[in-house]
Structures are given as C-alpha cells and as structure tokens.
C-alpha cells in the first residue's frame, strides 16, 4: 500500500507540474541561452554537484544520505538564480522548462518503468554463484541490454546476481563488472539499448545501423571483459577464506514471479519505438516548449505501464525482490540537478568554436577540417564519463555535420566512433550512465561495501581504460 501510494502521488504530481507550467505564457520563457556569451565559469554548479556526489558518500555519509536532495537542489539554484539576475528570468525559467519537458521527465518516467516492471519480476530457486555461472549471467544480461535497454536488464538481472553471491564474502568485482557490462557495453547494438543510440534514431540513423556497424567493436570488448572476469572471478572463487559458512539462500528450483511484467517490458519497448517510428507532425507547446503528440503519447503510456505493474504485480515478487523507491529516488533528484546545471556545459559545447569549450571543438578535426575518429572516440568518451551521455552524444553528433545520410555512410566511421564512446565510456564512473548508480544503489542496500566514486574509477581505469586504448588502435586509426 505504502508503494503505491508513494506511485499515486507522483502521478498526481506530473500533471500539476505541467499545469502550472502552463499558466506562463510562452512569451514569458526566452531561447535557449547563447553558448557564446558564456565563461567557463558557468560550469562551476555542475563541477560543484559532481564533486558532492563524488566526495560526500566518502568524508560525510550521513549528511549525503539525508540530504543529497537538497544538496542537489541547492547546485541547481546556483546556476539558476545567475542566470537570471544576468540573463533575465526568461531565459533561466526557459532553460529549466526545456531541460524538464524535453529531456529530463522523458529521461525519469522511461528509467521509471524499466525499474518498477523490471522489479516486479522475481527469479526464485538458489542459483550458487561460481565463476561459470557468475559469467554466463552477465553474458545473459549484457546480450539482454541491446533489446530491453541497459537500465532494464540491469534491474532485472542484478537482484539474482547478488542472490547468487550471497554466501561469498568479497563480490564487489561482480557488481563493478555487472555495472560494466550490462549497464553499459551490452547496450550498444540497437536504439533501445542506450539512450545516446535511441537520440539518433530519432535524428534520423537507420535502426539497424548501429548493430551492421559497431558489431566487432561490442564484441571484441564485451567478450574481453567476461574473459578479464571469469580469470578474476576464478581467483578469489578458489580461496578457501573467501566463502562464508553456510549460504543464505535455501535450495530450491528456479521459477518466476511476476510474470505478466514481462509482457509489460515488451510494451515499453513497442511504446520507445512507436515513438521513433510514429510521426503524425502534431505537437503542442507547453511553457514554451515544443512537445510532440508522439512522445506525450509514449509518456503517458508508460505511467500507465507502471500502474498497470504495481498493480498487477503478486506482492511475493516484489517482496522477493526487497523492492524499494530508494535507488529510482536518488536518481531522480540527483539527475534533475544534473540536467539543469548541465545546461550551461551543453550550451558551451554548442557554440563550438566559438565557445569556452573550443579547445575540445578543435581537438577531434585535423588541420584539413577532417575528423579525427580517434579523438571522436575519447573526446565524446571522456565527456560521457561524466555528463549525460545522451546530450554528449548529440553535441558531437552535430559537430561531425549532424546529417545522418552522411554519417552513415561517408562519415560511417565517424558516427561508429562517436556512438562507441559515448556507449561504452559511460562505464567510466558511476554517474556515466544512470543504470550505474541504480545498480550501486540496490547493491549498497542489501549490503554490498561498493567503492566509493574515485574508487570505482580506479576500477574503470585499471580494467576498461588499457581496452579502450587497445580499441583505438584496432578500429579508429
């Protein structure tokens, strides 16, 4: 009941959002604001709020835990509130209206639903977690992720790899390879799969492009990192102090719970793809932002999918599966205060040359104008480690031309570069990719010592980084 309340309430909450936007005439909300007019300095709340989620869990985890919205909040004011004493309240009420209609509740209600359906379903029976079966689950999951999209097989799948592991004592290898593969690299083969690869379906890329053409790419790293894992998982699998005495988990056969939730994942992705596919050329403009009949649709279906799921759901399965609104909250606000103060950063990458952010503008083009697929791979890599790699994918999308008839073609290799950084260095730290900090979340909650933020990057670094070097010099030359 407490669920579904708490479910209640936030349906309530959207449409009154939307209402109250409403009643703001569309002349009161300006253009987006002019990336050129813009210092570096402006990036200093998104600097500010990426180095609370970095630092605050380690040196003060009690105040982070009770407070982290606000904290959230708090950054996202310190642009806000600049930018309209200097660039008027239009444009700062603009900015925070487009990056919530356009991108960030789209981003939430799909994150929503693939966490609530994906966690209705429970997958009973004692699986024991050997090297061998701890690789063929992330094998399975990482295969699922180009299909159900990296955040629902991330939840559907990381409750029974935790289960599976329950009885051994250090597993945090498996959730940070968890968190690189099926959260990450498994995405990368179809517009479902990731959201920076759904962003150019809709531009205009061919759905089956990016599976004809970043296939080796995927497969070279996915198959090296389950090699990398089965040799580690192996290691500590033989020692004999690493296993608990008994396991918790009783012995008994596999089977499902929650079964109709997977009719409802097969509906979310009919509704992502009726909405790249669909184009009745009807929108509406709310707070002046435009908002198309097909994505309103594809939204508002999606809350539907949700209730339908917490409703129909059996409450063993979600009881099964220690269901809780505590890993879809925190990325909920944090995100909201990273989609707004990454405004301004976005803004800057836009402008170009011409922007504070010229130097990375300049670093992936020769002295002929060409690109440079090498730097195309680590520049939209680098920025995806620590921006949403969704709007990192576009900004380098648009600065190799942003034609999708040549970037298929002419350009392939480009767009093959740009579509494997943004993907696959999402992985680099935990706020890369949202399933990321989903999967940390949950792992955290049932009891799992995760590292903290530098932590986990010295994972990233010492594992993904010498492959994506390797990469380099195999297919961006």
């Excluded at 309530?12 to 570096?40: K, M, N, V």
């Excluded at 995927?218 to 090296?224: D, I, K, S």
């Excluded at 949403?388 to 002419?410: C, E, H, I, K, S």
Aim: charged share 10%; glycine share 10%; net charge neutral.
């Amino acid at each position: 009941m407490q669920l579904r309340a708490r479910l209640t309430a936030s349906l309530l909450a959207l449409p009154a959002l939307l209402g109250l936007l409403a009643l703001f005439p569309a002349s009161c909300f300006a253009a987006e604001i002019d990336g050129r007019l813009l210092t570096a300095w402006w990036g200093i709340p998104f600097a500010g709020l990426l180095l609370c989620i970095a630092l605050c869990p380690l040196f003060t985890p009690a105040l982070w835990h009770h407070h982290f919205g606000k904290i959230a909040l708090g950054w996202a004011l310190a642009f806000l509130l600049p930018c309209a004493a200097f660039f008027g309240a239009g444009t700062a009420v603009g900015g925070a209206a487009h990056a919530f209609l356009a991108e960030y509740l789209p981003f939430i209600i799909l994150l929503t639903a693939l966490f609530v359906v994906a966690g209705g379903i429970c997958v009973q029976g004692n699986l024991h977690g050997t090297p061998a079966l701890n690789t063929a689950i992330l094998a399975i999951g990482t295969v699922l992720a180009s299909f159900m999209g990296t955040t629902g097989a991330s939840m559907l799948m990381i409750r029974p790899m935790i289960r599976a592991n329950d009885d051994r004592k250090h597993v945090v290898h498996v959730i940070v390879f968890f968190i690189f593969l099926v959260s990450n690299a498994g995405g990368s083969l179809t517009p479902l799969g990731d959201p920076p690869l759904f962003l150019g379906f809709l531009k205009g890329v061919d759905f089956g492009w990016t599976i004809r053409n970043i296939f080796p790419e995927t497969l070279f790293l996915c198959a090296a990192l389950l090699v990398i894992f089965f040799l580690l998982d192996q290691h500590f699998y033989g020692k004999e102090d690493e296993r608990l005495a008994q396991d918790p988990t009783p012995d008994t056969r596999l089977s499902f719970t929650g079964k109709i939730n997977f009719a409802l994942l097969a509906v979310i992705v009919g509704l992502v793809l009726m909405s790249g596919v669909w184009k009745p050329g009807i929108a509406f403009h709310v707070a002046g932002v435009e908002v198309e009949l097909q994505n309103l649709v594809r939204d508002l279906l999606l809350l539907v999918v949700i209730g339908v799921s917490m409703a129909a759901t059996p409450a063993a399965a979600r009881k099964g599966n220690e269901f809780s609104w505590g890993p879809i909250q925190e990325v909920g606000k944090l995100f909201a205060g990273i989609f707004i103060t990454i405004i301004p950063v976005i803004a800057m990458l836009r402008a170009g040359e011409a922007g504070a952010f010229a130097p990375v503008v300049r670093a992936v083009t020769d002295s002929a104008g060409q690109p440079v697929n090498a730097m195309y791979f680590w520049a939209s890599g680098f920025l995806s480690s620590f921006l949403d790699n969704a709007p990192t994918y576009l900004v380098f999308f648009n600065t190799a031309g942003g034609d999708p008839a040549v970037l298929m073609t002419r350009l392939g290799e480009t767009l093959a570069a740009i579509s494997c950084g943004s993907v696959f260095m999402g992985a680099n730290s935990y706020i890369g990719n949202a399933p990321n900090m989903m999967v940390k979340s949950i792992a955290e909650e049932r009891g799992i010592r995760m590292p903290s933020f530098f932590g986990y990057m010295a994972w990233s670094g010492a594992v993904l980084v010498p492959l994506f070097i390797l990469m380099t010099f195999i297919f961006f030359r």
